[in-house]
């Protein structure tokens, strides 16, 4: 069975930093474009961060440019977001996402793990 595990998360004062992790497994992770995406209270999902297969090319939302990195280890079948110059609209649940990216550029299977919860408060 696919599943995809968050961790990290926690809270956190203004200004700090935090690296949450998604431990995947049940699918070839190495072959699936991984992203972040999150839930602020009250709010609809929002993309944070994306990660290529293979070569690992990046992009980032605009409201976290510059503050967030994501990476992966495919070795480890894990994606990072290390998160810096935290603020209090990053705080939501932040979901790991796993998607087959189809030749055409479309979608196949997609994964979603349950979320970890980041709060951002003094």
């Known amino acids: 069975e696919v599943q995809l595990v968050e961790s990290g998360g926690g809270l956190v004062q203004p200004g700090g930093s935090l690296t949450l992790s998604c431990a995947a497994s049940g699918f070839t992770f190495d072959g699936y474009a991984m992203s972040w995406v999150r839930q602020a209270p009250g709010k609809g999902l929002e993309w944070v961060s994306g990660?290529?297969?293979?070569?690992?090319?990046?992009n980032y939302a605009e409201a976290i440019k510059g503050r967030f990195t994501i990476s992966r280890d495919n070795a480890k079948n894990t994606l990072y977001l290390q998160m810096t110059g935290l603020k209090s609209g990053d705080t939501a649940v932040y979901y790991c996402r796993a998607a087959w990216v189809r030749e055409d550029g479309g979608v196949g299977d997609e994964y979603w793990g349950q979320g970890t919860q980041v709060a951002v408060s003094s």
């Open positions: 990660i290529s297969r293979g070569s690992g090319i990046t």
